[in-house]
């Protein structure tokens, strides 16, 4: 543990990840059809894409649910019983979705920590330095943490209620039946009466969803190509970037956007610190990212395998996105 920025706490063990990442990209390239996971994307370089991605025109998701929580994030904080409690954030980035619930509670003079929890030590510095900045009064704690080991120290450490925001549809990229696992975990984090606000992105007319993932300046493929470029620098591989092509579609049998990178030729690629050659034909596909657009049936389902009393949903002015708040029930 160390203490990197002054409102931090870092839970990151630096070799436990670096361990993942070589087992996990030694499996995915291994397997057939090869994948890698999507939740090593966000290196530094990234998450700054990904926050290009959350300014695109194409990219709806961010415009719909910051117009969800600039119309009812006040509603959101009126929920909460009136004492002190806690504000959680899982996978926080820029904060700009926040500030619509942070401000109406101290306009409120409500008391409060906001406590977001980021695997980017970059991220969260610049976030909780800004929040302190622009308000001061803020009681803000970032944790530096992948979601379990954040998700323990909340258990562990937390006194009073809590709201606990998962936005941005970031549950629609765990694959198969892990979201559901997940949000058994966010229950048992939680104690009754608790909140969490989970951002979903609904099922809708493909083309919309296509272009979501497929945008014009080229930043979605500059954000799936860079996990080959993480590869070649923390793993010492030889992956020409040129020779793969970012690939995404909505598979209506998955119910979710696909992304892909194509090999755009025969080719083998070495990765050193692997001790591995691995072996690509044209056109072969590695499977990246599953980005999971619900129902309303499905949300409804999932609140009640993982326990929870679904509270409200709050769509944007199109019903592209909801917002749906959850209730951990009275015991
Ligand atoms: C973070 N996550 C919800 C994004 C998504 O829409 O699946 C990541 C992303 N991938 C491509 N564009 C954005």
Redesign the pocket.
């Given at each position: 543990m160390s203490g990197l920025c002054s409102d931090c706490l870092d839970l990151t063990d630096v070799q436990d990840a670096e361990k993942l990442f070589k087992e996990q990209v030694s499996a995915g390239l291994s397997s057939s059809p090869k994948t890698l996971p999507?939740r090593f994307?966000y290196d530094e370089i990234g998450s700054r894409l990904?926050q290009q991605?959350t300014r695109l025109p194409e990219?709806y998701?961010t415009a719909c649910e910051l117009e969800i929580l600039r119309r009812s994030g006040g509603d959101i904080i009126s929920l909460v019983p009136r004492r002190k409690f806690n504000l959680v954030e899982l996978g926080s980035g820029d904060g700009t979705k926040v500030i619509q619930l942070l401000e109406p509670g101290l306009a409120d003079n409500r008391q409060f920590t906001y406590l977001p929890i980021d695997q980017s030590v970059s991220a969260m510095q610049t976030l909780t330095s800004d929040l302190s900045e622009r308000y001061p009064e803020l009681e803000v704690r970032g944790i530096v943490a992948e979601y379990g080991a954040g998700l323990e120290w909340i258990r562990r450490h937390l006194k009073g209620p809590v709201v606990l925001l998962f936005l941005?549809?970031?549950l629609?990229?765990f694959p198969g039946n892990e979201a559901e696992a997940f949000l058994q975990r966010l229950r048992y984090t939680l104690a009754p009466e608790d909140f969490l606000v989970i951002g979903l992105?609904l099922y809708k007319d493909p083309e919309i969803m296509n272009r979501?993932?497929n945008d014009s300046h080229g930043v979605?493929a500059q954000?799936?190509l860079n996990l080959l470029r993480r590869i070649n620098r923390e793993l010492r591989g030889n992956f020409d970037l040129e020779e793969f092509r970012h690939y995404?579609t909505f598979n209506p049998s998955t119910g979710g956007?696909e992304?892909y990178l194509l090999s755009a030729s025969k080719q083998s690629v070495l990765i050193r610190d692997l001790n591995r050659t691995f072996e690509f034909d044209r056109r072969e596909p590695i499977h990246t990212?599953h980005?999971h657009k619900y129902t309303e049936d499905e949300i409804r389902c999932l609140a009640n395998r993982a326990g929870f009393e679904m509270e409200a949903n709050l769509y944007d002015s199109r019903s592209y996105f909801v917002d749906s708040v959850w209730r951990v029930p009275a015991s």
């Open positions: 999507s994307f990904f991605i990219y998701l941005g549809s970031n629609g990229n992105d979501a993932y979605t954000f799936n995404s956007v992304s990212e980005s």
